[in-house]
């Protein structure tokens, strides 16, 4: 209250000084001029003190967190294991119940091989033989005649000897040697056909069929790979075609080839066939003879 009655009382002092003077309008200008300042000076503290207490009131947000991503571990994807078809036969060759040929495919028989047809279940009448009587070939044959050379010959070079009264050199195995031996015997007839040109590993075999009428057993095949002799096998397969050929129809014969160490995959390679006779006591016709329709050209891919 001192203060203000200081400033009252010095004022009235300045106003007397001034009207004395003259000068009491303009001081009551410049007096109107500071209070306005004052007013304005006081509304603008005011101002910016109530803006400072809004922003000092108003919360602050908290900080958004950013969620962390959980690592994913990959789900392992489950592969199949191919299922291989289902073995159901036993014997190389033989004739399944889908009408396939049995063969083997990594040391597994599977029943997906050539068409082939199923032997009848009707059992064939056993075919009663009357014995035959025949000239043993343990005993030497007699020497060659004059004329003849087949004798001068070394087993079992012997096509180039010569023998009188239409007779053959032939090679006897049993002796060893080279012989004049009459022809009526007839040699192993057959055919050799299986696959040609391009095949499948499947059909990577040779086939056909092989029958010498003059013995009573299977014929022994063989199969040579470009000039080579590879596999041998006996001719004893069944064939419905083939009943009229040979007793029971069992004649054929189906070969595989395609895993052979001479056999190269995507390669022609010449197959050819042959077939004898493997009883020593039928004759002198024990040598080999080639099937028709051999060689054949066959590339496995």
């Known amino acids: 209250m001192e203060f203000f009655k200081e400033i009252k009382d010095k004022f009235k002092e300045e106003v007397d000084i001034y009207r004395s003077r ?10 109107f001029l500071i209070g306005l300042l004052t007013i304005s000076l006081i509304a603008n503290y005011q101002q910016r003190s109530i803006f400072s207490r809004a922003q000092s009131a108003t919360p602050t947000p908290p900080p958004i967190r950013t969620p962390t ?13 191919p299922t291989p078809p289902a073995s159901s036969c036993l014997v190389v060759g033989s004739c399944c119940s889908n009408s396939k040929r ?18 009848s ?49 032939k090679a006897n195995d049993t002796t060893q040697s080279c012989n004049c031996v009459s022809a009526a015997n007839p040699a192993p007839k057959g055919s050799h056909d299986g696959f040609s040109g391009p095949q499948p590993l499947v059909n990577c075999r040779a086939g056909g069929w092989a ?16 000039g080579t002799v590879a596999i041998t096998g006996v001719a004893g397969l069944y064939r419905s075609d083939l009943e009229g050929v ?18 190269t995959k995507g390669v022609n390679h010449s197959i050819k066939v042959e077939a004898r006779a493997v009883a020593n006591h039928c004759g002198f016709g024990n040598w080999w003879q080639t099937l028709s329709n051999t060689p054949k050209t066959l590339k496995c891919q």
């Open 22 to 31: 003259g000068l009491i309008i303009p001081l009551v200008a410049v007096f």
């Open 102 to 119: 049995c063969i083997s495919i990594n040391n597994g028989l599977y029943c997906i091989g050539q068409n082939c047809l199923i032997p």
């Open 246 to 263: 040979c007793p029971g129809g069992t004649c054929a014969f189906d070969i595989n080839l395609y895993n052979h160490p001479l056999m």
């Open 69 to 81: 991503p959980l690592p994913r571990t990959p789900t392992p994807i489950r592969t199949r294991t």
């Open 121 to 169: 279940k009707t059992p064939t009448p056993i075919r009663s033989k009357t014995p035959t009587p025949r000239t043993s070939v343990t005993q030497p044959p007699p020497p060659p005649t004059i004329g003849d050379t087949c004798g001068n010959f070394s087993y079992p070079a012997c096509g180039a000897g010569t023998c009188s009264g239409g007779k053959e050199c």
């Open 211 to 226: 029958y010498d009428a003059s013995c009573d057993v299977d014929d022994k095949v063989q199969v040579s790979i470009d």
